[in-house]
T-cell receptor
């Protein structure tokens, strides 16, 4: 596609429910990143993939968070048993080559605003 | 620890020039990015510096001094649409991207 696409744009859920956030990167981009961004703050790294391989998941807060990119394109970030503290903007980004992770420009999606009630 | 410092907020006048500073303390250095983020929107790439000096790109320029751990973003001929947050981010020796909290720039007519 023309840009990084994320869905849904907004997600409201009840505490304890599972949610799945989807990211469709720019076609041909090797690397895909998940970030979380609080208002007035920079993005907080969660995890990233090169093709289908998860290269680094050190930023995932706990084992309720997981991500996959099974065919090296679309990725899903899953949060199980959501808690109120999970409420945030979740952003996906992609980059072209993936040869030097993070040392190339990122293209961000519009994000999914998650609200856990 | 690793740290990126930027002013929280700056105000400037339409048509003027503004300089947004960024200082960093990181474990190693593999480049510095500036991103622009309008309210409610995604960050978009502005510039990337890996060598010392000034890189000019239209109305925007970015400067880097690795020895001082310092960068600035210079915006000339300010327009109302330049009102946004400007995020500084540094790639450390482990190729991790360390983000600053951003500088909110307010442009007044």
């Amino acid at each position: 596609g023309a840009g990084v696409s994320q869905s849904p744009r907004y997600k409201v859920t009840k505490r304890g429910q599972d949610v799945a956030l989807r990211c469709d990167p720019i076609s041909g981009h090797v690397s895909l990143y998940w970030y979380r961004q609080a208002l007035g703050q920079g993005p907080e790294f969660l995890t990233y993939f090169n093709y289908e391989a998860q290269q680094d998941k050190s930023g995932l807060p706990n084992d309720r968070f997981s991500a996959e990119r099974p065919e090296g394109s679309i990725s899903t970030l899953t949060i199980q048993r959501t808690e109120q503290r999970d409420s945030a903007m979740y952003r996906c980004a992609s980059s072209l080559r993936g040869s030097d992770p993070f040392a190339e420009k990122l293209f961000f999606g519009s994000g999914t605003q998650l609200s856990v009630l | 620890g690793q740290n990126i410092d930027q002013p929280t907020e700056m105000t400037a006048t339409e048509g003027a020039i503004v300089q947004i500073n960024c200082t960093y303390q990181t474990s190693g250095f593999n480049g510095l990015f500036w991103y622009q983020q309008h309210a409610g929107e995604a960050p978009t790439f502005l510039s990337y510096n890996v060598l010392d000096g000034l890189e000019e790109k239209g109305r925007f320029s970015s400067f880097l001094s690795r020895s001082k751990g310092y960068s600035y973003l210079l915006l000339k001929e300010l327009q109302m649409k330049d009102s946004a947050s400007y995020l500084c981010a540094v790639v450390d020796s482990n190729y991790q991207l360390i983000w600053g909290a951003g500088t909110k720039l307010i442009i007044k007519p």
